[in-house]
């Protein structure tokens, strides 16, 4: 049921869609009433490829890439956590989820000159409850579709 079939990859897709438009209405309007801060994960991909290159990035450009990161990418690590770990799926969103936090926040963020963890501050910590909200959100879309799926080939 979790090989990479074509299904399997669109509903993959599919629930990382849903996980990334989830993490934008929660970074852009539940995070500032939550939390008090608006989380802008573009702002991280302006500022690692001005410090890689040296060059500025508009951000529509930023927000693009990261809609794609989140969505293909967040989705694509949440299966490859299920094949290489084995759990459940749920454990797998959640395990994803810290991973991708502490990247974020641990070691791209000091990228940029910002500080470890940005000082576990009230950004660093609506960052987790979006890293995992969102991969365990991916990882529940994608356990009911594939169940979906199933019940359809067997029904």
């Known amino acids: 049921m979790n090989a990479l079939t074509l299904t399997n990859s669109k509903n993959i897709v599919l629930a990382g869609l849903v996980g990334e438009i989830t993490f934008e209405a929660y970074a852009w309007l539940a995070s500032p009433v939550l939390f008090g801060v608006k ?22 450009a930023a927000f693009a890439i990261h809609f794609l990161i989140g969505s293909l990418g967040f989705a694509a690590a949440v299966f490859l956590m ?18 991708l936090w502490f990247i974020a926040q641990g070691i791209l963020a000091p990228l940029m000159g910002r500080n470890f963890m940005m000082d576990f501050g ?15 959100l991916i990882a529940v879309v994608w356990k009911h579709l594939s169940r979906q799926e199933q019940a359809v080939r067997i029904g």
Do not use: C, D, W
């Not at 009230?122 to 365990?136: D, E, P, R």
């Open 39 to 60: 989380l802008e994960p573009a702002n991280l991909v302006i500022g690692l490829t001005k410090a890689a290159t040296g060059m500025p990035l508009p951000y529509a």
């Open 122 to 136: 009230t950004y660093t910590q609506s960052s987790f409850v979006g890293h995992v909200g969102m991969t365990l």
């Open 82 to 99: 299920k094949q290489i770990t084995k759990v459940g799926y749920e454990l797998a969103g959640i395990l994803t989820g810290l991973a």
